[in-house]
């Protein structure tokens, strides 16, 4: 399957996806791929940027690299599904290693998917797009 097989979104405003990720490849690659299937893409470098602008810009939907610098994922997560404002964005988790002690911990936090390390670029728009699609109107 290349590229063009998968279809433009359908949306008239493009969804906005802030990723949280320490890894400056990392943000590179799943920036660019999920911009290339239309989607407005917004970066943080630590947790504690992640939750300033999440607050501020209110995205769609986030990544949340766990290994991040001065406030880690999972403590993000939790700040994040426990403020009133940015409870209702969905996180989608991105753990180093398929540890399942890891998919219940995200689920424990409040995450609303999980991606193991290291993860197709498809695999982080299939899961973009999952999420959106689930998402109440
Ligand atoms: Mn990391």
């Known amino acids: 399957m290349t590229l063009r097989d998968m279809t433009a979104l359908p949306h008239e405003r493009q ?6 990720e320490d890894n400056e490849d990392n943000r590179i690659v799943y920036s660019t791929m999920l911009r290339h299937f239309g989607f407005s893409v917004d970066e943080a470098e630590n947790g504690a940027e992640g939750i ?8 769609d939907v986030i ?3 766990i290994a991040i610098p001065l ?6 997560v939790q700040r994040l599904k426990k403020d009133p404002s940015t409870a209702h964005i969905p996180i989608v988790a991105l753990t180093a ?7 219940e911990r995200a ?6 998917g999980y991606l193991a390390k290291p993860c197709e670029p498809r695999a982080v728009v299939e899961e ?5 699609a689930i998402r109440p109107a």
Do not use: F, N, Y
Not at 15 to 20: F, H, K, Q, Y
Not at 52 to 59: D, I, M, Q
Not at 71 to 76: H, M, Y
């Open 97 to 103: 290693h398929a540890m399942p002690a890891d998919r």
């Open 63 to 65: 990544l949340m690299d």
């Open 71 to 76: 406030v880690d994922g999972w403590e993000a």
């Open 107 to 112: 689920i424990q936090v409040g995450c609303d």
């Open 15 to 20: 969804p906005t996806v802030l990723i949280v």
């Open 52 to 59: 300033l602008k999440a607050r501020a810009t209110l995205p």
């Open 128 to 132: 973009v797009k999952r999420i959106l």
